[in-house]
């Protein structure tokens, strides 16, 4: 298995609403990254886990909440979001470390309400 | 951390040779460059990396000139599938939570029947 699912594919969701992405890998990946990418510009690093353990916090706002409960998954938990918090939300993974060459999902788009 | 310059658009016609070049000039030590491929609505995916001289493999070749202030993404008679936009990254992980990578704007090829 060389990819990386994302689940759910599209999401729309109201400013009141929690939610959860979730991010599967089965390549024995150790890092796992989430990004969020807006229309027409590139992906912007949000996280990243290594070994399990949160390694990287991009200066993210408290209402995205990043979760790795094992080394396989990865979640990104969603409250109390704003409208421009609308975007694809991306999930990666890479061999070590936080590494350069990185595996992408196909995302997940979320809309805010 | 090194930001990278690239150019917005370019378009080819099919079956040309097509270099993208991508300028880094405060590139680290430590930092590799990376390029990547997205397609619309999809998560981008690896293309190539190097950290100098010329590296290449089945989809591309990349070039870095000894100063490595800038580096060439090559793509080899391209088609209408490789319509994308490509990104150059610079960046490396330099242990203790120190993970510098940025993706640039990326170039959206056009490839022309």
């Known amino acids: 298995d060389t990819e990386v699912t994302q689940t759910p594919k599209h999401l729309v969701m109201g400013m009141t609403n929690k939610k959860s992405l979730k991010c599967e890998q089965h390549?024995?990946?150790?890092?796992m990254y989430w990004y969020k990418q807006k229309a027409k510009k590139p992906p912007e690093l949000m996280f990243v886990?290594?070994?399990?353990?949160?390694?990287i916090n991009e200066s993210v706002p408290s209402r995205f909440s990043p979760e790795c409960p094992n080394s396989s998954l990865l979640n990104l938990h969603l409250h109390a979001l704003q409208p421009e918090d609308s975007a694809l939300y991306l999930c990666?993974?890479?061999?070590?470390?936080?590494?350069?060459?990185?595996?992408f999902g196909p995302g997940t788009r979320l809309t805010v309400t | 951390l090194a930001k990278t310059t690239q150019p917005i658009s370019m378009d080819s016609y099919e079956g040309q040779e097509v270099n993208i070049t991508c300028s880094h000039n405060?590139?680290?030590?430590?930092?590799?460059i990376t390029w990547y491929q997205q397609f619309p609505s999809q998560g981008p995916r690896f293309i190539i990396q190097?950290?100098?001289t010329k590296v290449t493999n089945e989809v591309a070749s990349l070039f870095i000139p000894a100063d490595r202030k800038s580096s060439t993404l090559s793509l080899p008679r391209v088609s209408l599938s490789d319509t994308a936009v490509y990104y150059c990254?610079?960046?490396?992980?330099?242990?203790?939570?120190?993970?510098?990578?940025?993706f640039g704007k990326g170039t959206k090829l056009s490839v022309i029947p």
């Open positions: 990666a993974s890479s061999p070590g470390r936080a590494e350069n060459e990185q595996y």
């Open positions: 405060n590139i680290a030590t430590n930092d590799y």
């Open positions: 886990y290594s070994y399990e353990k949160l390694s």
């Open positions: 190097g950290y100098k």
């Open positions: 390549m024995g990946h150790r890092a």
């Open positions: 990254l610079v960046g490396a992980y330099s242990g203790a939570g120190s993970y510098q990578l940025t």
